[in-house]
């Protein structure tokens, strides 16, 4: 059985920047990562082994004057704010692409306010990113997940339609086009895809790569958002395709008659994992 690990897959950027900055700041002492540093256990459990705390926004008081990290996916004004007060030294993480779309949010929000308009954001309710996103603007956009959440806005006025950076271009594309047919004139929506490309890339070539193997074994952590949208990709091209955080998850059955296996991953999986995977199939067909 031929087993092959998607070169495209596993970190983005963002992700492999947050790690690098962790484990420089280790190097020096412990750290606290506000949130998980990346949505994949296995590696937040290897990074906590080098002694990177995981806290949430409640714990910030608790650690004041020592260091903490804010991770790829950003955070609102607030709790730079808060971490100020309490003489936390703040490791600034931040996706470049994120903290960029976050100014757009800003100005998209300023323009908006001049006519009266709406910012509407595509995203998952309460995601990291997304939280961080509408906190620039004191949480007035609008974030919707599908074509259903577009009853919630005025089409009357002006609308400011933006994205997560992770989220799907074709869901983006069939939102923006839906709105075009909902506004009295077309230069009342302004439509800006915000979505990073070194991700939305990854579709296209995930489709080739399932369709090319019999089994295809996708490894994300369980709360990863990108992950849900690349493993449905895979499931949508190859039916025998499965998705798993780690090596004890694998089930013998799945690669009966099987003559080609492969592994892929989303932004928040490490490459390490997906090699033990690998190593782990193969000593199944052994």
């Excluded at 950003?74 to 994120?98: F, M, S």
């Excluded at 001049?114 to 509408?134: D, F, M, P, Q, S």
Aim: net charge negative.
């Amino acid at each position: 059985m031929r087993v092959e690990i998607d070169s495209e897959s596993g970190f983005c950027f963002g992700v492999v920047r947050a790690i690098n900055e962790a484990e420089g700041a280790l190097q020096s002492g412990v750290i606290a990562s506000l949130g998980d540093i990346v949505h994949n256990r296995v590696e937040v459990q290897r990074l906590e082994a080098l002694g990177l705390q995981t806290i949430s926004h409640e714990e910030i008081p608790s650690i004041a004057g020592r260091r903490m990290l804010i991770r790829a996916h950003g955070e609102p004004p607030k709790t730079y704010a808060l971490a100020e007060e309490y003489g936390v030294e703040i490791i600034d993480a931040t996706c470049p692409v994120v903290a960029a779309l976050q100014r757009k949010v800003k100005e998209a929000y300023r323009k908006m306010q001049e006519v009266g308009g709406t910012v509407v954001i595509l995203g998952k309710r309460g995601h990291a990113e997304v939280v961080g996103l509408t906190g620039q603007v004191d949480e007035k956009a609008v974030v919707v997940e599908c074509e259903e959440d577009l009853q919630v806005i005025d089409f009357s006025h002006p609308i400011y339609f933006l994205s997560q950076t992770t989220q799907s271009i074709e869901k983006f594309n069939h939102l923006a086009e839906t709105m075009r047919r909902g506004v009295a004139h077309e230069e009342m929506l302004t439509v800006d895809d915000t979505i990073c490309r070194r991700v939305s890339s990854r579709e296209s070539h995930l489709r080739n790569f399932a369709r090319q193997h019999d089994v295809i074994i996708f490894v994300c952590g369980r709360k990863s958002s990108n992950g849900k949208v690349l493993y449905n990709i895979c499931r949508q091209e190859n039916e025998h395709s499965y998705n798993i955080e780690e090596p004890c998850e694998l089930q013998k059955e799945w690669f009966e008659g099987a003559e080609s296996v492969g592994i892929c991953g989303a932004t928040s999986t490490p490459k390490w994992l997906m090699e033990s995977i690998a190593e782990a199939i193969l000593s199944i067909d052994n």
